[in-house]
């Protein structure tokens, strides 16, 4: 820990009301969380976690799952540009909203998602989900996708490596992550709601996530801002820091992140095309 700069201390909002610390990575311009839960699966067990349900009752979910619907369309566009076709394996699947979009696309579809429960949903939509990658039943992929996924992984060079073996030689890996230099994180400094302790493991900005990627063997071929991510991430940061929802104030910052990253490029959540070298 000695080597470890101290960047800042955030609460979870989420489950315990705990706190974390986040230092500066040692090798890359990455913060890391700080101390690491040893049952880290006690910190995902809220029906408020919305990557793992369909649900549409408040303003909020109603809100997500309507830009999700939209973003789905826009992410396989984007992929499509690279390959139209192949094995797709979606790491993290959640529910299998966007391999449900993928498969409508003519790809062939593979999904990991660790919840019992998300896998369950994803059941119900005719999509069947591995635990694990050891469960995979195809060993090379054309395209593999992390939608904001690596922020979770206890070790992301070990998780690289793995991809590096499941990726075909002109495979394209697909990574989506928070950006903590973006205008909104350092607006909400500790309540930022995309640090999202201690569920993130890692946080990343642009140099942090490309010199990893490098180092790991990965080429990057282009960058996408998720533009709605601002948006969002504003108005979880708004109850954090207020105790409720401000869609107002939410709504003028997220719009503020986002025409100061069109200079800056420092967009609230970044998505990263990588190839092998």
């Known amino acids: ?14 489950v315990s009301g705990e706190e974390f610390d986040l230092f500066w990575h040692p090798e890359f311009e990455i913060l890391e969380t700080k101390p690491v839960p040893p049952a880290l699966d006690f910190y995902y067990s809220s029906d408020q976690y919305i990557s793992h349900t369909d649900s549409k009752e408040t303003i909020t979910e109603k809100i997500y799952q309507k830009v999700k619907e939209y973003m789905l369309g826009k992410k396989i566009s984007w992929i499509r540009h690279y390959k139209t076709s192949g094995k797709l394996l979606d790491v993290g699947a959640g529910t299998g909203d966007f391999l449900n979009c993928a498969r409508k696309n003519h790809f062939e579809i593979h999904g990991v998602e660790p919840s019992d429960s998300a896998r369950g949903m994803a059941m119900r939509k005719n999509i069947s989900l591995a635990k694990k990658y050891e469960e995979l039943n195809i060993k090379k ?11 979770h992984v206890k070790d992301p060079k070990a998780e690289l490596d793995k991809l590096a073996g499941l ?4 495979g394209l890996l697909v990574v989506a992550v928070p950006n903590f230099k973006s205008f909104d994180a350092e607006h909400y400094k500790e309540h930022w709601a995309a640090y999202d302790v201690p569920r993130h493991l890692f946080h990343f900005s642009q140099n942090g996530i490309q010199s990893l990627f490098s180092k ?8 996408k801002p998720l533009v709605f991510d601002s948006f969002y991430v504003s108005l979880l940061s ?13 709504i003028i910052n997220g719009l503020k992140s986002n025409l100061k990253a069109k200079s800056s490029t420092e967009y609230s959540s970044i998505t990263y095309f990588f190839q092998k070298r």
């Not at 820990?1 to 989420?14: E, N, P, R, T, V």
């Open 1 to 14: 820990m000695a080597d470890q700069k101290h960047f800042i201390s955030c609460k979870d909002y989420l």
């Open 141 to 151: 992929f054309d395209v593999i996708c992390l939608w904001h996924v690596l922020e």
């Open 167 to 170: 990726l075909e030689k002109d």
């Open 216 to 223: 790991q063997g990965f080429k990057l071929i282009t960058k």
């Open 238 to 250: 708004e109850k954090n820091s207020t105790g409720s929802s401000n869609y107002f104030k939410a």
